[in-house]
T-cell receptor
Framework: GQNIDQPTEMTATEGAIVQINCTYQ??????LFWYQQHAGEAPTFLSY??LDGLEEKGRFSSFLSRSKGYSYLLLKELQMKDSASYLC??????????WGAGTKLIIKP | GAVVSQHPSRVICKSGTSVKIECRSL??????MFWYRQFPKQSLMLMAT?????????EQGVEKDKFLINHASLTLSTLTVTSAHPEDSSFYIC????????????FGPGTRLTVL
């Protein structure tokens, strides 16, 4: 079956750095997405990786290793507004998005 | 950027009534639209995928007669929850695939449905 694993919850301090991991086992791979979702709101796009390596976009970076079925989202200089759930999703061979359960990130002052 | 709207944002209805939710792509033509349901503290659950002018493809376990999807144009899809019951109370989110090369999904703001 298809499976995406990410931690349920993480806590970090304002101004610090946090890494949210995601491992996946899917039938085929056409890219991996990270989305941010604040409580009661729809997800918003953060990043897309299809090739191995690190993609940097401001305070957020996303890494992919296809051979390991592994990705991480790195958030730097954490701000209180970064408190949200972070969803990892993989586009499988049928171009269907397989969603992880999300990681709730709690930022403390 | 690509914008998707959803209406209504919140709806409260009595058990047994039907509720229609609209999803519109405002500045692009959406060849494919998706309907998700999300229960509290859970991830998104894909309900169905719809392409303009054709019947929706429903995920296993989703009743097509209860959740009617119409994708009449490249900018509008509707989800009708028929004979709603309290267990249908959830956050319903639509998304649309835009024209970017990697099938990025643009999400609507979601509709909070509460069935009394």
């Amino acid at each position: 079956g298809q499976n995406i694993d990410q931690p349920t919850e993480m806590t970090a301090t304002e101004g610090a750095i946090v890494q949210i991991n995601c491992t996946y086992q899917t039938s085929g791979f056409n890219g991996l997405f990270w989305y941010q979702q604040h409580a009661g709101e729809a997800p918003t796009f953060l990043s897309y990786n299809v090739l191995d390596g690190l993609e940097e976009k401001g305070r957020f970076s996303s890494f992919l290793s296809r051979s390991k079925g592994y990705s991480y989202l790195l958030l730097k200089e954490l701000q209180m507004k970064d408190s949200a759930s972070y969803l990892c999703a993989v586009l499988d061979s049928n171009y269907q998005l397989i969603w992880g359960a999300g990681t709730k990130l709690i930022i403390k002052p | 950027g690509a914008v998707v709207s959803q209406h209504p944002s919140r709806v409260i209805c009595k058990s047994g009534t039907s509720v229609k939710i609209e999803c519109r792509s405002l500045d692009f033509q959406a060849t494919t639209m998706f309907w998700y349901r999300q229960f509290p503290k859970q991830s998104l659950m894909l309900m169905a995928t719809s392409n303009e002018g054709s019947k929706a493809t429903y995920e296993q376990g989703v009743e097509k007669d209860k959740f009617l999807i119409n994708h009449a144009s490249l900018t509008l899809s509707t989800l009708t929850v028929t004979s709603a019951h309290p267990e249908d109370s959830s956050f319903y989110i639509c998304s649309a695939t835009g024209t970017s090369g990697y099938n990025e999904q643009f999400f609507g703001p979601g509709t909070r449905l509460t069935v009394l």
